[in-house]
């Protein structure tokens, strides 16, 4: 690999890489903000100047300037080696580049820290912004100085809705076009653009437009500043009392790398971030999928039930048992969940294969939904592939409401409370009249659904936030997600409600710790041998 | 038969020494001497300062702990007066038109080290002229009772909202839920010159002195 050096580092680089990016993935930050890895580069910020050694035997650029005196108390005049946007030039075999080492690309970064100052409102405390602001690090880094404009400076609109979720602040904005062209290179919907000249600057929504779409929170999290804010989080926490757990996003196949952000204090979960990943969502994620993160607290199961009423962990196990008496093993079925953590369903399929002695393995999830060329993947579902790696001949829902309805199964295990049947009406009213004629369902689920309502004994499992889990994208990635919130209610992680209502029925369901599951299904992969054939468990397949 | 054992006192440390020691007299181990010793201080104040009191010569409380006179005062008909600095309890400043000039930053409950101040930041409503770019305090709330009384909550305030200037200290309340001060007690408090505002104004958008502009889609 072709090298340079930047600041006495060598840097490797791939031809054609910029210096910033390859400085980038080394770990090294130019500042910057027009810059960002996704998107194309325009070099209008000019943060990141660095000063670049001419090629040998060649002079360098040199500007003539004036510079002030204090000592003669007169300008005089003096060479400079030209400044290059380290964003645009592409690094070259040899080159030295110079930044923090150079006297003249801090006094650049000083004067464009000014610059961009000038006019910005330095109202940190009602900016959303605060304590993530790249205003606010290089100023730290490369500005401390004393602010020499002494106007009133420049004042434009403030809180200008762009669409239903964003809302803008001129004053606040630097200009930097990243929304702009995040709009157009990669949401491939250019409704944002820049009008007007110098101090009167803006970004603004092209006339009868809205910024809409399935992609408008990214905007506000390419800002590098607090211009841009999205209603759903402003004002709502200050991110200063944030933890971050890396997450998955649980949205759909696609499986999208986030930064989890959540309140130890309140364990409250707040927003939704992307997490830089090239091989699955590069630098992205969709507006859904950044919501989605309310699924942590709306619609959880956190009390144990017996047929709707509110009983001790211990109840609700001994009632289980109670079920399973005597029962044989052909009538019995497990349903694993699309919805659910590979850890979760492992326990499953084990009770199912190695204790229970069933082979009627069935799957539920979400149903299908909208779905785009960007990143939206229509199954809705974070771990279907995990589903099928685990079990690969798992039977659809569907399949499973004609299993009950002709009588072959009637006591059921199962996990996750969503099927596909949340969303159809028609299949709804099938399964809850299905579902009506069990003798035995016993529910572990984290999120309010269908069978987690028909369910006679119902455990409320850990959600995704509350638990580390591994989920298996559409590509096949095997993605682990770390905890964030604890446990709410009497919620625990599902693989180990499932251990404790092996124990309950009499197995010896021994495994105790995470470590233990991811142990022993990486070191004994035995698939039971489903008899059906579906290829995926997506029951809305059927009709 | 098990017998509770204590557990043994830690032995000293190398650099212990023993300060000072005195030896027993027969005086003191009498202790009777002693104790008409300390009444008789106890008598020769109680006249001093009922001599003073009858003369009407007491001295300048602010003095008092220097000058050899009278060493209590009638609280609370008698107060000593505080130092310019003293901390009070908290009050809010109000901006002209009674609002709140609290942003709830979170700055100061951040600052607080006895985590007493609790802020729910909130957007104002429909039709205010703050409404989309500026945050108020939905709930404030100080436990006066968790409050050391440090002042780091006015230092870190960026929009001096938060003020001890109000010359009160906490009174015996019966009831701990007395010491919970909400955002509406907090802003009617007001500072030892009566004022509700702050000594320190600015323009701020909002506000006719703002040199702000306006655009037909500024409204929201
Ligand atoms: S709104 Fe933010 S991202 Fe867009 S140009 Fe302004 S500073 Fe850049
Ligand atoms: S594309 Fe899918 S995984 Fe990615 S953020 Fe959206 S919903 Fe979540
Ligand atoms: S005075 Fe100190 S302890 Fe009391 S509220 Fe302010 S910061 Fe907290
Ligand atoms: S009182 Fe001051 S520091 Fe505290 S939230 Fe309000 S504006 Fe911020
Ligand atoms: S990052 Fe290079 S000019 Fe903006």
């Not at chain 1, 349903?335 to 069935?362: C, F, M, P």
């Amino acid at each position: 690999m072709p090298t340079f050096t930047y600041d006495g580092k060598t840097i490797p680089f791939e031809p054609g890489e910029t210096i910033i990016k390859a400085a980038y993935r080394q770990g090294i930050e130019i500042p910057h903000y027009c810059w960002h890895p996704g998107l194309s580069s325009p070099a209008n910020c000019r943060m990141c100047l660095v000063e670049i050694a001419p090629p040998p035997g060649q002079r360098g650029m040199m500007l003539d300037v004036l510079e002030w005196d204090a000592a003669i108390g007169d300008y005089k005049p003096r060479q400079k080696p030209k400044l290059q946007p380290s964003c645009q030039i592409p690094a070259a075999e040899g080159m030295q580049v110079k930044g923090d080492t150079s006297d003249n690309v801090k006094e650049a970064r000083k004067g464009v820290q000014e610059f961009l100052l000038l006019n910005h409102p330095v109202d940190c405390p009602i900016c959303d912004q605060s304590g993530e602001c790249k205003l606010q690090d290089y100023w730290v880094e490369h500005g401390q100085y004393q602010k020499r404009m002494r106007d009133e400076p420049i004042h434009k609109p403030k809180a200008v809705r762009f669409g239903p979720s964003i809302v803008y602040d001129a004053e606040r904005c630097v200009m930097c076009t990243r929304c702009i062209r995040f709009m157009d290179e990669v949401a491939k919907d250019p409704v944002l653009d820049m009008r007007e000249r110098g101090n009167l600057n803006e970004i603004f929504v092209a006339p009868g437009k809205e910024l809409t779409g399935h992609y408008t929170f990214m905007t506000e999290h390419v800002c590098p500043v607090g211009a841009l804010t999205t209603v759903d989080f402003r004002f709502k926490a200050r991110v200063w009392f944030l933890r971050t757990a890396k997450s998955v996003c649980q949205g759909c196949a696609t499986g999208c790398n986030s930064h989890l952000d959540y309140d130890p204090r309140y364990n409250k979960v707040y927003r939704y971030r992307p997490r830089d990943n090239e091989q699955v969502n590069a630098y992205w994620m969709c507006d859904e999928g950044m919501v989605s993160y309310k699924r942590a607290h709306e619609g959880r199961l956190i009390e144990p039930r017996v047929k709707g009423s509110v009983v001790a962990v211990k109840k609700a196990l001994a009632e289980a048992k109670s079920y399973f008496e005597a029962v044989p093993g052909e009538t019995v079925a497990v349903v694993l969940s699309a919805q659910h953590s590979l850890e979760d369903n492992w326990a499953l399929r084990e009770l199912a294969g190695a204790y229970l002695g069933t082979r009627a393995i069935y799957a539920t999830g979400l149903a299908e939904g909208y779905h785009d060329a960007i990143l939206i993947h229509e199954d809705k579902n974070p771990n279907t592939r995990g589903v099928l790696e685990l079990a690969s001949g798992v039977r659809p829902f569907s399949s499973l409401l004609d299993d009950i309805e002709a009588g072959r199964v009637t006591h059921v295990i199962a996990l996750g409370g969503e099927t596909p049947a949340d969303a159809s009406a028609e299949l709804g009213e099938r399964a809850k009249h299905a579902l009506e004629r069990l003798q035995a369902l016993v529910v572990i689920a984290a999120h309010e659904g269908l069978l987690a309502h028909a369910a006679h004994v119902l455990l409320p499992a850990a959600s995704w936030a509350e638990a580390s889990g591994t989920y298996v994208n559409a590509k096949g990635i095997h993605q682990v997600t770390e905890k964030a919130i604890e446990p709410q209610g009497a919620s625990e992680p599902a693989w180990k409600l499932v251990a404790d209502v092996g124990q309950a029925l009499g197995y010896d369901t021994s495994w105790t710790k995470l470590k233990q599951v991811r142990a022993r299904w990486t070191s004994a992969p035995t698939v039971p041998d489903a008899t059906a054939v579906s290829p995926s468990p997506q029951a809305s397949q059927t009709p | 038969m098990a017998t509770a054992t204590f557990p043994k006192k830690p032995p000293s440390p190398n650099n212990a020494y023993v300060v000072a020691h005195v030896e027993p007299t027969p005086a003191t181990q009498v202790y009777l001497p002693e104790i008409f010793k300390g009444l008789a201080v106890a008598m020769r104040h109680f006249f001093r300062n009922t001599k003073e009191m009858v003369r009407n010569e007491r001295p300048d409380p602010v003095t008092e702990s220097i000058a050899q006179g009278i060493t209590t005062i009638s609280y609370p008909e008698q107060k000593r007066p505080y130092p310019e600095r003293f901390r009070g309890l908290h009050r809010l400043t109000q901006r002209d038109d009674g609002s709140p000039r609290c942003v709830a930053c979170l700055c100061c409950s951040t600052a607080c080290p006895a985590q007493c101040i609790f802020i729910e930041a909130g957007e104002y409503p429909e039709g205010d002229p703050r409404r989309g770019y500026e945050r108020y305090p939905v709930k404030f709330v100080i436990d006066e009772l968790r409050c050391i009384f440090c002042g780091y909550c006015v230092e870190a305030c960026p929009c001096d909202a938060i003020r001890m200037d109000t010359g009160l200290h906490a009174v015996p309340y019966d009831s701990r839920e007395q010491f919970i001060y909400r955002k509406d007690l907090l802003l009617a408090q007001a500072s030892r010159d009566g004022s509700h505002l702050t000594a320190n104004p600015r323009h701020e958008p909002g506000d006719e002195t703002h040199p702000g502009v306006t655009r037909e889609h500024m409204t929201h």
